[in-house]
T-cell receptor
Framework: GENVEQHPSTLSVQEGDSAVIKCTYS??????FPWYKQELGKRPQLIID?????GEKKDQRIAVTLNKTAKHFSLHITETQPEDSAVYFC???????????FGTGTRLKVLA | DAGVIQSPRHEVTEMGQEVTLRCKPI?????LFWYRQTMMRGLELLIY????????DSGMPEDRFSAKMPNASFSTLKIQPSEPRDSAVYFC????????????FGDGTRLSIL
């Protein structure tokens, strides 16, 4: 079945450093890949997304890259700040449905 | 826009009781999703609706779970009878129709079954 693997499960970085989270999906028909940030006790919030016909997308300190051939996509956060600390989820949406398959999440800690 | 509104925010009840969770999607959104989040299983899609019609309920764990969407602005997720293993955070999300339309989540209902 459809599966999204996410690594690492936890990540600690020093403030100002970069953080990279990687996801691999199994369904080659997946065509949309959102990333969500979830702070403790709060709802998942969309931070960036990418469609399958685009290789990279940036929004200030956040970027996402997509490699369709290898079926993986990554979230890059530069110049990390303490408020970036949260759990980050990747997801993949299968063509023809509106179902998201979520990764298992990455707990990012930015150390001041 | 008020966003997706869920109620109650917290629910504590005893095993065997009926639980009803409520969701009001963002106005104009065509799709509504119910998720369950636990530490062990992460974010799981339970069911989703398009224009009030259930499209995929393959994630509904058991017959004890049911969901309805009587109109475009309201949906319920019901558990009857509830069990301790149903304890989780339940999120509702909604989206417009479209290939790159993201899902917007509500604040969730934290459910504890004693």
């Amino acid at each position: 079945g459809e599966n999204v693997e996410q690594h690492p499960s936890t990540l600690s970085v020093q403030e100002g450093d970069s953080a990279v989270i990687k996801c691999t999906y199994s369904d080659s028909a997946s065509n949309y890949f959102p990333w969500y940030k979830q702070e403790l006790g709060k709802r998942p919030q969309l931070i960036i997304d990418i469609r399958s016909n685009v290789g990279e997308k940036k929004d200030q300190r956040i970027a996402v890259t997509l490699n369709k051939t290898a079926k993986h996509f990554s979230l890059h956060i530069t110049e990390t700040q303490p408020e970036d600390s949260a759990v980050y989820f990747c997801a993949a949406r299968h063509t023809g449905t509106y179902k998201y398959i979520f990764g298992t999440g990455t707990r990012l800690k930015v150390l001041a | 826009d008020a966003g997706v509104i869920q109620s109650p925010r917290h629910e504590v009840t005893e095993m065997g009781q009926e639980v009803t969770l409520r969701c009001k999607p963002i106005s104009g959104h065509d799709y509504l999703f119910w998720y369950r989040q636990t530490m062990m299983r992460g974010l799981e899609l339970l069911i989703y609706f398009n224009n009030n019609v259930p499209i995929d309920d393959s994630g509904m764990p058991e017959d004890r779970f049911s969901a309805k969407m009587p109109n475009a602005s309201f949906s319920t997720l019901k558990i009857q009878p509830s069990e301790p293993r149903d304890s989780a955070v339940y999120f509702c999300a909604s989206s417009f129709q479209g290939i790159d339309q993201p899902q917007h989540f509500g604040d969730g209902t934290r459910l504890s079954i004693l």
